[in-house]
């Protein structure tokens, strides 16, 4: 499988986990800050996974956006509906 894929689906996986995660912590501040780490964490782990040397803006391109718009309708939808 491409790089890009495996990037794609492990954000898209991680974006559903840090947003269930986000809506346990019953604090707006604290779930951002948990995306974020979790989002930046990411980065790293997929960099020694597929042992490239590609940059950030690399990740976001390919799987990042969409890790923080998975993160955010998954939180909002657990924060209005539970």
Same mark, same amino acid.
């Given at each position: 499988? *491409?790089?890009?894929?495996?990037?794609?689906?492990?954000?898209?996986?991680?974006?559903?986990?840090?947003?269930?995660?986000?809506?346990?912590?019953?604090?707006?501040?604290?779930?951002?800050?948990?995306?974020?780490?979790?989002?930046?964490?990411?980065?790293?782990?997929?960099?020694?996974?597929?042992?490239?040397?590609?940059?950030? *803006?690399?990740?976001?391109?390919?799987?990042?956006?969409?890790?923080?718009?998975?993160?955010?309708?998954?939180?909002?939808?657990?924060?209005?509906?539970?």
């Amino acid at each position: 499988m *491409q790089n890009e894929k495996k990037s794609i689906i492990t954000y898209l996986i991680f974006g559903i986990l840090a947003g269930t995660v986000s809506y346990y912590l019953n604090s707006s501040l604290m779930s951002l800050s948990v995306a974020i780490v979790v989002l930046v964490g990411l980065h790293y782990v997929l960099n020694k996974v597929m042992k490239s040397k590609e940059k950030f *803006q690399w990740f976001m391109s390919n799987g990042g956006w969409l890790y923080i718009f998975v993160w955010f309708i998954i939180w909002t939808i657990m924060y209005n509906v539970m």
